[in-house]
């Protein structure tokens, strides 16, 4: 393995017997007769704390240039423009490097999971793979599955809401997490290609199966009790689906769309603010955490899908020196952040009213 030798964690489309094979490989060292390296400047001079952050520092996933994002694809972010690596050749210096090291790749690395529109073409299984987490995390070893810090979702609003017929993704039991992010991007929305003026607006629910309209969502109460949080999030809802990762300490969610139809979204901001989800098989849920942070882009206006299959990934590459050629438009974003709070809390009880109490 050289020093350009890069793996892709938690992205779907890398091939999974690799990985498997990874892993048995993983079970099977012994660490009994690491020799202790005293001649190495890092185990000999530097203290523990000091070496952990370099090592750390050299496993942090780079952008593989080599691997650009269209800025005309519905992929391409501001904080996403080429495919991320971790470079693991440190992990073959030696035993004593590899047994402090080996999951630092997996727990600083974000795992990415694009439902739709993502970037298939980079990976191995393209686009059949979509949304199989559990393939991912059958793929880990039980140690890699325990050190995983930070998944994002990619979610496309039918998929979420449980039209997505085969695509529908499987229970979300199978991640294990501290810090869960989804994303609405502009085109993940229902109504998306609506003019701002239509009467087909934007609107989600946690607790509702199905299409989700702008009346739906504005037909529903802007508080639940406590007894209804457990009643409304049933298995069948995305609510509930985000109670079932396990170890989740921290979700954010960030809303896009046309800064046309900013007052649309302003309109699921305020609903969404008084959001709870419970944790399931804890006495805790997850509550609005801090302000909106809010920000502008500038993108392309007219985005595509990537070719999800071999003969057509040649021909998707020539639209990348056009893009910036093509119309734009101002993307307006929403980041909002949930955090765990016990259901004993006072600032659980102080929010949430008791529907027997």
Request: charged letters at 25%; proline letters at 6%; aromatic letters at 12%.
């Amino acid at each position: 393995m050289t020093s350009n030798t890069a793996l892709t964690f938690g992205q779907i489309g890398v091939a999974p017997r690799s990985r498997h094979s990874a892993r048995s490989h993983l079970a099977e060292i012994d660490f009994s007769n690491t020799a202790e390296q005293p001649d190495c400047i890092f185990y000999s001079r530097l203290p523990a704390e000091v070496r952990t952050i370099i090592f750390e520092y050299a496993l942090v996933p780079d952008p593989d240039l080599k691997k650009p994002y269209a800025p005309n694809r519905v992929f391409y972010r501001p904080y996403l423009r080429h495919h991320p690596k971790t470079r693991v050749a440190l992990l073959r210096t030696c035993k004593l490097v590899f047994r402090e090291t080996r999951l630092m790749p997996v727990a600083q690395a974000t795992h990415y999971f694009w439902l739709f529109g993502g970037p298939w073409r980079y990976m191995k299984n393209g686009v059949h793979g979509q949304g199989d987490w559990a393939l991912w995390a059958r793929s880990l070893s039980e140690p890699q599955r325990a050190a995983v810090q930070h998944v994002h979702i990619f979610a496309q609003q039918f998929a979420l809401e449980g039209l997505g017929g085969a695509t529908v993704p499987r229970s979300w039991g199978s991640i294990a997490t501290r810090s869960l992010r989804l994303t609405f991007r502009h085109s993940d929305w229902w109504s998306w290609e609506s003019p701002a003026e239509s009467s087909d607006k934007m609107g989600i629910c946690p607790w509702l199966r199905g299409r989700t309209s702008r009346q739906d969502m504005l037909a529903q109460p802007l508080v639940l009790s406590h007894e209804q949080i457990h009643e409304q999030m049933a298995d069948g809802t995305w609510g509930y689906q985000v109670g079932l990762v396990r170890g989740l300490q921290r979700l954010e969610i960030e809303f896009e769309t046309d800064v046309l139809k900013k007052e649309q979204l302003e309109k699921v901001l305020d609903r969404a603010q008084h959001w709870v989800f419970p944790l399931q098989g804890r006495d805790a849920v997850l509550m609005k955490h801090g302000d909106v942070v809010e920000s502008y882009w500038d993108g392309m206006a007219d985005l595509k899908d990537d070719n999800a299959y071999p003969l057509q990934r040649r021909q998707s590459m020539s639209s990348f020196t056009r893009a910036t050629k093509e119309p734009q438009r101002t993307y307006y974003t929403a980041v909002m952040t949930w955090k765990v709070v016990s259901t004993t809390r006072q600032e659980y009880v102080a929010e949430v009213p008791r529907a027997y109490s």
